[in-house]
C-alpha cells in the first residue's frame, strides 16, 4: 500500500517539476528533488530516523515552491499544508502524517529552528547535502536562471555551498569534504 502511494505521490510531483508554472524548469525533479530522496536513504541510519517518514519529507520537502512560486519565501510553512493534503488522500496514518510534516517545516536551515526531530535533521542535511553534490545545477541557476554575470555567478554559489556546509552536522560534512573542497577550489 505505502509503495503505490509513494508511486502515485511521485507522480504528483514529478507532474508539478515538468509543468510550465514550476519557475525552477524540470532539472528540479532530476537533480534535487530525486537526489534529495537518494541522500535520506543514505543518512536515515546516521540519524536514527524512520527511512519512510524521511523519504517521503524529502518528495515533498519543496512541493509548495514548485507548485506556486508565490510559495517560495514560507514553503516550509506551506509544505506541511500541502503535504497533509496528499497523505490524507492516500489514507496515510495521522501519526505518520505529523511525522512528515514535522521534517519539512523544519528543512531549511535559513529558518531557524527549535525543536527538530531525527527526520527533520536527516531531512535537512540531505538538502544541504545535494546541493555540494550538484553544483553544476547551482551554476545553472546562477548564470541561466538569474542571469547571473561571471563573478556575481561564481560568488553566488560560493557562498551558497559555504551556508550549505554549515548546515551539515560534522560526520555528514566528511561524506562530501572532498567534494566541498574541490568545489571550492575551482570556484
Ligand atoms: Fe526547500
Ligand atoms: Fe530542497
Known amino acids: 500500500m505505502i509503495e503505490t502511494m509513494r508511486e502515485n505521490i511521485e507522480q504528483i510531483v514529478e ?5 510550465d508554472t514550476n519557475i525552477f524548469g524540470y532539472d528540479i525533479w532530476t537533480h534535487h528533488i530525486l537526489k534529495v530522496i537518494e541522500n535520506t ?29 508565490a ?3 514560507d514553503h516550509h510553512i506551506h509544505g506541511p499544508i500541502e503535504a497533509e493534503k496528499l497523505l490524507k488522500r492516500f489514507g496515510y496514518p495521522e501519526e505518520k502524517t505529523e511525522a512528515v510534516k514535522d521534517a519539512i517545516a523544519t528543512h531549511r536551515a535559513s529558518v531557524t529552528v527549535e525543536h527538530r526531530s531525527a527526520e527533520g535533521a536527516c531531512l535537512a542535511n540531505a538538502d544541504a547535502m545535494s546541493h555540494i553534490e550538484q553544483v553544476p ?7 541561466i ?6 563573478d ?3 560568488m553566488w554559489v560560493k557562498a551558497k ?9 560534522e560526520d555528514v560534512q566528511d561524506l562530501v569534504r572532498d567534494k566541498y573542497e574541490a568545489a571550492l577550489k575551482v570556484l
Open 15 to 19: 507532474q508539478a517539476c515538468a509543468a
Open 41 to 69: 536513504e543514505r543518512l536515515a541510519s546516521h540519524f536514527d530516523a524512520d527511512p519512510e517518514i524521511v523519504e517521503l519529507a524529502a518528495l515533498l520537502h519543496d512541493y509548495a515552491s514548485i507548485k506556486d512560486k
Open 71 to 73: 510559495l517560495y519565501a
Open 137 to 143: 545545477s547551482l551554476l545553472y541557476l546562477a548564470y
Open 145 to 150: 536562471h538569474h542571469e547571473m554575470g561571471i
Open 152 to 154: 556575481e555567478g561564481k
Open 161 to 169: 555551498l559555504q551556508r550549505s556546509w554549515q548546515k551539515l552536522r
